[in-house]
């Protein structure tokens, strides 16, 4: 069964593309985590996933967004519009591509046996680690979730 969920649109704190991938401490996209990872959403804002990395085609690096919530600071990072939209979501271990793999390409092959639902390519692909810190720490791994645009076929 597919997992299919709506973003709203919002404003995003954003890394820049890394060609590079470099989440070390002194990297584009470690820096950027730094800063994301400092602030303190409120209570209201702190239950949803507010940062989303894709991979952009475009400028050919990893990009790492984080929504913005009231009062909280961009950290001097650019920031961008996110359209917000329908994505259907599945859920992998951080680091297995095969799996990753094979998962994409299941969850577009059941998108499209809906017959009423379609991949939407005006959008990237992005992904989410869902896994708390701590339970990360002990199981030696986290959770990706990954997002995958759809739209409804008209």
Same mark, same amino acid.
Do not use: C
């Given at each position: 069964?597919?997992?299919?969920?709506?973003?709203? $649109?919002?404003?995003?704190?954003?890394?820049?593309?890394?060609?590079? *991938? #470099?989440?070390s401490p002194n990297g584009? =996209?470690? %820096?950027?985590?730094?800063?994301?990872?400092?602030?303190?959403?409120?209570?209201?804002?702190?239950?949803?996933?507010?940062?989303?990395?894709?991979?952009?085609?475009?400028?050919?690096?990893?990009?790492?967004?984080?929504?913005?919530?009231?009062?909280?600071?961009?950290?001097?990072?650019?920031?961008?519009?996110? $359209?917000?939209?329908?994505?259907?979501?599945?859920?992998?271990?951080? *680091? #297995?591509?095969?799996?990753?793999?094979? =998962?994409? %390409?299941?969850?577009?092959?059941?998108?499209?046996?809906?017959?009423?639902?379609?991949?939407?390519?005006?959008?990237?692909?992005?992904?989410?680690?869902?896994?708390?810190?701590?339970?990360?720490?002990?199981?030696?791994?986290?959770?990706?979730?990954?997002?995958?645009p759809i739209r409804v076929?008209?």
């Amino acid at each position: 069964m597919l997992r299919i969920v709506s973003l709203p $649109p919002f404003r995003a704190a954003v890394s820049g593309a890394d060609p590079k *991938g #470099d989440f070390s401490p002194n990297g584009a =996209l470690g %820096r950027f985590d730094q800063y994301f990872s400092a602030l303190q959403p409120s209570p209201r804002d702190s239950f949803m996933p507010r940062d989303f990395l894709y991979y952009d085609q475009e400028q050919g690096g990893m990009v790492w967004m984080y929504a913005l919530a009231e009062g909280l600071s961009d950290g001097g990072f650019p920031t961008a519009d996110f $359209p917000g939209g329908l994505y259907t979501t599945y859920v992998w271990r951080d *680091g #297995d591509e095969a799996e990753n793999a094979r =998962l994409y %390409r299941r969850t577009l092959e059941a998108v499209e046996a809906t017959g009423t639902l379609a991949p939407d390519d005006t959008r990237p692909a992005m992904g989410h680690i869902i896994t708390p810190p701590e339970v990360q720490q002990a199981l030696g791994y986290a959770q990706m979730e990954t997002f995958l645009p759809i739209r409804v076929k008209k």
